[in-house]
């Protein structure tokens, strides 16, 4: 099959879980000899300021095609334009599928459906919840949540939260399939050793975008209450949210336990993952987090929010604590500090999260959506 891909920034990349789950689908459904077109938009990566260049001329990438879509670089019109501009070009092409992801690039499905394309969307997340998108931004993104409903062939969810959301508010069905994750290798403290001073089990990781609704802030005020040698590491870039990063930035500077590393990946990321004592994801809104995943595959500890999205991931093997709860995050912090994993329970960790999120198995009730909807035609709208 011939395949599109719209609604990421850019792939290859790891500004946000959408860009990490349209690269490994992608390349995967390429490796099975499919033919994958993947839309990247023009602009600016506002975490990786150095695979910019590097983007800027690429055509493929790991056998997948890589068709670049100009858009104006400015917050909430980038993204309206790129979705528009996508939706068109895709006209030109004789795809079997064209896949959306993400609720605000499906305000632009519309166009495509009009010459009867068929049309799968992936949400992943409830995108409107998050509080960095202003009024109109939010009213965008659930005009894109409708047009989803009315014209998307089939609707993939990533949690069994957001399922319950659509067939309660639309009485839409959708199809439940979660993220993959990889297997990781496991790495010693070089890079980060060098760069600041970490050693194994020596630091708690906040690993995500600074945005509000990861809670970050509750994990600071929580952390800056305990006695501890432990550092905390807060690695990750900011998306469209200055003003908080500013805050953050304010709220660490008088604590020399905490450090702030900025976007990271490659071996830095895997070593960050490879060492820490805990990784901890307070998060308020999740659609599914892959950085949860990640840091689960490699075994490790971990104290998360008790939202939906984070219980549905770690099951039995995390800790939690009540969402937004200072108190009680700073309590279960002192209690797993005075209690060192093992090797045996990060065995399991690691298996359980391996064997219940597989990229193939991903990859392969994907396919049969789009070869479902080939087969029975154009769902009329």
Known sequence: MKIAMIGHKRIPSREGGVEIVVEEISKRLVDRGHIVDVYNRKGKN???????AKNK??????????ITIPTINKKGMDAMLYSFFASIAVLFHKYDVIHYHAEGPCAMIWIPKLFRKKIIVTIHGLDW?????????TKYIRFGEKMAVKYADEIIVLSENVQKYFKQTYQRETIFIPNGVNKPTIKEANIIKEKYQLEKNNYILFLAR?????GLHYLIEAFKQIKTDKKLVIAGGASHTNTYLKNIKEMIKQDERIIMTGFVQGEELEELYSNCYLYCLPSDVEGMPLSLLEAMSYGNLCLVSNIAENMQVVGEHA???????????????ETLLDNQITNEEKEKITSYILKKYCWEDVVEKTLKLYEKINNKGVKKS
């Not at 506002?46 to 910019?52: E, F, G, L, R, S």
């Not at 800790?319 to 912090?333: I, N």
């Open 319 to 333: 800790s939690v604590f009540k969402k937004g709860d200072v108190q009680d995050l700073k309590q279960k912090l």
């Open 46 to 52: 506002v975490q990786d300021k150095t695979a910019d």
């Open 129 to 137: 919840q998050r509080s960095k998108w202003g009024g109109f931004a």
């Open 210 to 214: 600074i945005v509000p609704e990861k």
């Open 57 to 66: 001329k690429i055509k493929e990438y790991k056998g997948i095609k890589i």
